[in-house]
């Protein structure tokens, strides 16, 4: 499929048609992965490991609401339900953290040595272990020359976040898990989801500023809950539905591949 503004236009009228029935006829599952979200907050330091797993559950109970209603799966209560779709969603889900892992500490290893051979370039002699030193070394044009590399990393990382941003809707659809297979799927979309998910995501970035802004304007106390807790409502009432939405529409648009090929 060609990119351009029409496909852009098309996903983010998409995504927003998507919000009013995703929030009605998935409700209470939104409520649910709301309420787990806030649970880490209460837990005591000592377990304070276990929030990501409470975040992956419940991402999972929303996405998969959204999802088994848009492939017009198993409804539960109001969206409300765990099953093999969930199950299904939650693997994905880890799949796609443990391959944006892998990345990411690549991608460290190599933004480390390109930092460390233009600071060995500017000062031969230099101090690997001298915070000063690293100082001299990237103040000049060697550091201009050093910030390129977690630019382009933080660049491939978002790139491969797009191209396996259709996996959950592969999954639901194809009644199985769905990460690199699913891959082909976004080939020549790349542009039309990072557009329509800026666009789409503009209306929370706004509202969460703009309550920034008035707190600080009232003089509301630090640490103030507000943002926070509007940040939620938005992620699960608007980011999601919408999100989702859109990306049913992209993928419903892609020709379907033969599953289990990898297409780049």
């Given at each position: 499929m060609s990119e351009g503004s029409p496909a852009i236009g098309r996903t983010v009228r998409a995504g927003l048609a998507g919000w009013g029935p995703g929030v009605r006829?998935?409700?209470?599952?939104?409520?649910?992965?709301?309420?787990?979200?806030?649970?880490p907050r209460a837990l005591p330091p000592s377990l304070a490991f276990l929030g990501p797993a409470f975040e992956f559950v419940a991402a999972t109970l929303a996405y998969g609401a959204l999802?088994?209603?848009?492939?017009?799966?198993?409804?539960?209560?109001?969206?409300l339900r765990w099953g093999r779709e969930e199950w299904r969603l939650l693997a994905v889900q880890l799949l796609i953290a443990v391959v944006m892992t892998v990345v990411a500490a690549v991608m460290f290893v190599v933004v480390g040595a390109v930092a460390l051979g233009v600071a060995r370039s500017a000062a031969p002699d230099f101090d690997a272990?001298?915070?000063?030193?690293?100082?001299?070394?990237?103040?000049?044009?060697?550091?201009?020359?050093?910030?390129?590399?977690?630019?382009?990393?933080?660049?491939?990382?978002?790139?491969?976040?797009?191209?396996?941003?259709?996996?959950?809707?592969?999954?639901i659809a194809a009644g199985r898990?769905?990460?690199?297979?699913?891959?082909?799927?976004?080939?020549?979309?790349?542009?039309?989801?990072?557009?329509?998910?800026?666009?789409?995501?503009?209306?929370?970035?706004?509202?969460?500023?703009?309550?920034?802004?008035l707190r600080a304007v009232a003089g509301l106390a630090e640490p103030s809950s507000l943002p926070a807790l509007a940040s939620l409502v938005l992620l699960f009432f608007y980011l999601i539905p919408v999100?989702?939405?859109?990306?049913v529409e992209?993928?419903?648009?892609?020709?379907?591949?033969?599953?289990?090929?990898?297409?780049?």
């Amino acid at each position: 499929m060609s990119e351009g503004s029409p496909a852009i236009g098309r996903t983010v009228r998409a995504g927003l048609a998507g919000w009013g029935p995703g929030v009605r006829g998935c409700g209470a599952a939104l409520v649910a992965g709301a309420g787990l979200s806030l649970l880490p907050r209460a837990l005591p330091p000592s377990l304070a490991f276990l929030g990501p797993a409470f975040e992956f559950v419940a991402a999972t109970l929303a996405y998969g609401a959204l999802y088994r209603a848009a492939f017009d799966g198993p409804r539960g209560w109001n969206g409300l339900r765990w099953g093999r779709e969930e199950w299904r969603l939650l693997a994905v889900q880890l799949l796609i953290a443990v391959v944006m892992t892998v990345v990411a500490a690549v991608m460290f290893v190599v933004v480390g040595a390109v930092a460390l051979g233009v600071a060995r370039s500017a000062a031969p002699d230099f101090d690997a272990t001298s915070l000063q030193a690293w100082r001299a070394a990237l103040s000049g044009p060697g550091g201009i020359l050093a910030s390129l590399a977690p630019l382009a990393s933080l660049a491939l990382l978002a790139w491969i976040g797009l191209r396996l941003a259709l996996a959950p809707a592969a999954t639901i659809a194809a009644g199985r898990v769905q990460v690199l297979s699913a891959f082909s799927l976004t080939r020549g979309t790349v542009l039309t989801l990072l557009a329509a998910g800026l666009v789409l995501a503009a209306p929370a970035v706004i509202v969460t500023a703009a309550l920034g802004y008035l707190r600080a304007v009232a003089g509301l106390a630090e640490p103030s809950s507000l943002p926070a807790l509007a940040s939620l409502v938005l992620l699960f009432f608007y980011l999601i539905p919408v999100w989702t939405a859109a990306l049913v529409e992209v993928y419903r648009r892609q020709a379907a591949p033969t599953f289990g090929t990898l297409r780049p």
